[in-house]
């Protein structure tokens, strides 16, 4: 499930209504990013949002798509914010579930890691020095890029 | 042709969207962006490096030389931050 | 933190608490276990976790201390129950907080895989034919070892 | 000595907690245990195979040939699985 929202979340409301009632679920993993009160050594007194309406949906659809046909999994939740967010605010959740753990951890770790770089959020910091937007980060597009192999590698060949 | 432009992209061109009529021999995203930077010093500064603009054609993400029609979404935007 | 509790717990609240007033926590990272309702293709009706009150509580402090010693981390949280449980029931919750996503999700990963192996834990499945203990997986142990290399091999050289 | 038992190898014994005092030359797990097996065919059943026996001496796991005193607290356990 895909929710793209201003609002904030629940996040206890929201992993228990992932296992409510099925109880074949053994694992459930999740990851929360939070807005960060420090950015190269500036104190940030808030972070906008901005994102692309209608497309930001299908991306994040596509990324559980890929998460799906990649791990065995019974559930799967991406809530992102967008809007202005202060230091300490939770940003984005995802979360997943499935008979067993290892399905869970790694299937959120690849979400987390592909939202970063394929998703179409774009971040303005704001300090005591003014507004600027957060650079993309080699370090992510290398995350994303382990994940790349099975199933990119498929779509290539055929 | 509906024009959408996010983060530094759209704060250096000044607007997120617009609605524009390229001629008709603009028939790709690269000879878009080239048109594009002649319309003025905002776009020529938001577009002058072509290796850090994403791009997006009815909300599909396309390599530079991806064709383009007139009634087209098109999206200029830097790399994404998500997460 | 270590918690060892019969009752359950309030993942929101929990998760919640890690995070209050610390503005410097960009990721948090968590795993839920929950009892399923299968077991050996057989319904599971309970399941009853035995434990080694006092071993329990030395053996989770020690892995919250290596996995501080091997992820720059803010805040870890174990919190495992015991008693009698049903399907659908969380046995434990697994969280750390981080400056940086990765430190949070591995940490995570690698607590839950040595909670396994490493507490004192056992468990009673009840189904309809009966009550069996359940044996430990050789793919646990797999699991465990996988961490196994930095500090322990350390501790082996001294 | 405390001794303690958990899991099967508690319910094979049919106690999961007593006080024991081993003769003197009981100075190692394998010998106690071997002792153990003596005391009757539910020590015998839980202890028969001792690749699956884990051993924790005053709460610190030990290997077989660790070596016990009078005082200690010996707990006895199959491989453990929590989480």
Request: proline share 4%; with cysteine; hydrophobic share 40%.
């Amino acid at each position: 499930m895909i929710k793209v929202q201003e609002q904030g979340f629940d996040i206890g409301a929201e992993l228990a209504a992932m296992t409510e009632g099925n109880h074949s679920v053994g694992g459930q993993g999740c990851f929360v990013g939070l807005v960060r009160d420090m950015a190269n050594e500036e104190q940030i007194s808030a972070m906008t949002l901005e994102h692309y309406p209608g497309m930001t949906e299908k991306q994040l659809a596509a990324i559980e798509e890929e998460a799906r046909n990649r791990w065995p999994l019974q559930d799967v939740l991406i809530i992102h914010r967008y809007g202005r967010l202060e230091p300490g605010d939770r940003i984005v959740l995802v979360a997943t579930t499935s008979t067993h753990r290892e399905a869970a951890l790694e299937s959120c770790h690849f979400l987390i890691d592909w939202l970063k770089t394929k998703a179409p959020f774009w971040k303005l910091e704001a300090s005591e020095t003014g507004e600027s937007w957060v650079a993309a980060r080699d370090t992510d597009d290398d995350a994303a890029e382990r994940w790349a192999a099975p199933s990119e590698n498929e779509l290539e060949k055929t | 042709m509906q024009l959408l432009y996010f983060g530094w992209i759209r704060t250096r061109i000044g607007t997120g969207r617009e609605t524009l009529e390229p001629p008709a021999d603009i028939t790709n995203v690269k000879t878009l962006v080239e048109w594009l930077k002649n319309r003025g010093e905002g776009y020529q500064e938001a577009l002058e490096d072509l290796s850090v603009i994403r791009v997006a054609v009815n909300q599909e993400m396309v390599d530079l030389d991806a064709a383009i029609s007139p009634g087209d979404e098109v999206a200029l935007f830097p790399p994404m931050t998500g997460g």
